[in-house]
């Protein structure tokens, strides 16, 4: 195991260093089910969801644990499956954890992403006391765009301030409904953490409007996280060209699909065929093509040298690679220059974050899915 690890360190150190770039993939584990996300453990563990409907811990060494028990029913099948997790900031002391996934419906084919929350075990083996924190309506028959990350927000300290982000995808085949505020889709959702809706939300009041929505006119965001000074940033997939990176403010219309940077996949125009249009906002940053954004984190630590704290990394799974955007220095809205990372994998990226240890950890999609560890460059 360990010849093979040194093998893979040298390999990639070669083609990481021909490429100019200053990180080593070092694959942590394997044979992860098209795994969707990555979340630390105070111990130095990992905890990894699949997209088939386990979620499992990891040790440092790369051995996967069974499935931790307790987890809810989960409508497995096309996007849909267990998807975001994230520890509580409180971790230490309350052992919880939200995630989210795609929920069946009660009676029906029906299903919607949902966000729940549950104390892990200490023993790291069984989720106790599930609580469903919120569902996504109304539910629909769909395979599509749920999309499903999870962000614990920060008040003006930096402290966490009891409130969840979820972003939430517009089910692709009702897309119009990411312009009304009367369902949940394409919209990024704001609640307490046990679940009730917080009374200076921006549609708290208004008639006919579900007093969850953040933001709207979102079409399928798979990437969410707060910038260092606790902004949030999030991006979401558009649909031929015109994925976005917004960062959405209270109240906010994001567009979708009145306007787009990109077409439609039969490449007619979206709407009238325009990308900006009063009253929505335009994204920070987009790309056409499409990368297929998924997962996001900002770099606060020093491992990979200080140019590249305060970047921020976007996996991409079109494109195989992990997206390495440098930004304007005092940032004003603008990103300056944009790097392609792991291209030599040929991994479809899901998830990155940057772990307690100040390591920026990805892991990738497919049937063997990997953990990796980007390691600065000997
Ligand atoms: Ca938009």
Same mark, same amino acid.
């Given at each position: 195991?360990?010849?093979?690890?040194?093998?893979?360190?040298?390999l990639?150190?070669?083609?990481?260093?021909?490429?100019?770039?200053?990180?080593?993939? %070092?694959?942590i584990?394997q044979?992860?089910?098209?795994?969707?996300?990555v979340?630390?453990?105070?111990?130095?563990?990992?905890?990894?969801?699949?997209?088939?409907?386990?979620?499992?811990?990891?040790?440092p060494?790369?051995?996967?644990?069974?499935p931790?028990g307790?987890?809810?029913?989960i *409508?497995?099948?096309g996007?849909?499956?267990l998807?975001?997790?994230? %520890?509580?900031?409180?971790f230490?002391?309350?052992?919880t954890?939200?995630?989210?996934?795609?929920?069946?419906a009660?009676?029906?084919?029906?299903?919607?992403?949902?966000?729940?929350s549950?104390?892990?075990?200490?023993?790291l083996r069984?989720?106790?006391?599930?609580?469903?924190?919120?569902? #996504?309506?109304?539910?629909?028959a769909?395979?599509?765009?749920f999309?499903? @990350?999870?962000?614990?927000?920060?008040?003006a #300290?930096?402290?966490?301030?009891?409130?969840?982000?979820?972003?939430?995808?517009? @089910?692709?085949?009702?897309?119009?409904?990411a312009q009304?505020?009367?369902?949940?889709?394409?919209?990024?959702?704001?609640?307490?953490?046990?679940?009730?809706?917080?009374?200076?939300?921006?549609?708290?009041?208004?008639?006919?409007a579900?007093?969850e929505?953040?933001?709207?006119?979102?079409?399928?965001?798979?990437?969410?996280t707060?910038?260092p000074?606790?902004?949030?940033? !999030?991006?979401?997939?558009g649909p031929y060209?015109?994925?976005?990176?917004?960062?959405?403010r *209270?109240g906010?219309n994001?567009?979708?699909?009145?306007?787009?940077?990109?077409?439609?996949y039969?490449?007619t125009a979206?709407?009238?065929?325009?990308?900006? #249009?009063?009253?929505?906002?335009?994204p920070l940053?987009?790309?056409?093509?499409? !990368? *297929?954004?998924?997962?996001?984190?900002f770099?606060?630590?020093?491992?990979y040298?200080?140019?590249?704290?305060?970047?921020?990394?976007?996996?991409?799974l079109?494109?195989?690679h992990l997206a390495?955007?440098?930004?304007e220095?005092?940032?004003?809205?603008?990103?300056?220059?944009?790097? @392609?990372?792991?291209?030599?994998?040929?991994?479809?990226?899901?998830d990155v974050?940057?772990?307690?240890?100040?390591f !920026?950890?990805?892991?990738?999609?497919?049937?063997?899915?990997?953990l990796?560890?980007?390691?600065p460059?000997?």
């Amino acid at each position: 195991m360990l010849i093979r690890l040194f093998c893979v360190l040298i390999l990639s150190a070669v083609s990481a260093l021909a490429l100019g770039q200053n990180i080593v993939p %070092l694959t942590i584990a394997q044979r992860l089910d098209h795994p969707w996300a990555v979340a630390f453990l105070p111990n130095g563990h990992f905890l990894v969801t699949e997209r088939a409907g386990a979620l499992r811990v990891v040790t440092p060494e790369g051995k996967l644990g069974q499935p931790i028990g307790g987890l809810p029913a989960i *409508a497995v099948g096309g996007q849909g499956g267990l998807l975001d997790v994230v %520890l509580d900031s409180d971790f230490l002391r309350n052992r919880t954890i939200y995630f989210c996934y795609s929920e069946p419906a009660s009676r029906g084919n029906g299903n919607s992403t949902a966000l729940a929350s549950a104390q892990l075990s200490a023993d790291l083996r069984q989720l106790e006391g599930l609580r469903i924190l919120f569902s #996504q309506r109304p539910k629909i028959a769909s395979q599509l765009h749920f999309g499903c @990350r999870i962000v614990e927000s920060k008040n003006a #300290q930096g402290q966490a301030d009891g409130k969840l982000f979820l972003a939430l995808g517009e @089910r692709y085949h009702q897309r119009d409904d990411a312009q009304t505020l009367d369902n949940h889709h394409g919209k990024l959702i704001r609640i307490n953490k046990d679940g009730t809706v917080p009374a200076d939300n921006p549609f708290v009041g208004r008639p006919a409007a579900l007093p969850e929505i953040w933001s709207f006119g979102h079409r399928n965001p798979q990437g969410a996280t707060l910038d260092p000074q606790g902004v949030l940033w !999030i991006h979401e997939h558009g649909p031929y060209g015109g994925d976005e990176i917004n960062l959405p403010r *209270a109240g906010g219309n994001y567009g979708w699909p009145l306007v787009s940077y990109g077409r439609n996949y039969d490449l007619t125009a979206v709407g009238d065929g325009k990308s900006a #249009q009063a009253g929505t906002e335009q994204p920070l940053h987009h790309w056409t093509p499409s !990368i *297929a954004p998924s997962g996001m984190a900002f770099v606060t630590s020093e491992k990979y040298g200080k140019a590249w704290v305060g970047n921020l990394l976007v996996g991409s799974l079109k494109f195989t690679h992990l997206a390495r955007l440098e930004l304007e220095r005092p940032f004003a809205g603008k990103v300056v220059k944009e790097t @392609r990372l792991l291209e030599s994998l040929g991994e479809r990226i899901r998830d990155v974050r940057q772990g307690p240890d100040g390591f !920026i950890y990805v892991v990738t999609d497919s049937a063997n899915g990997k953990l990796i560890r980007l390691a600065p460059a000997p």
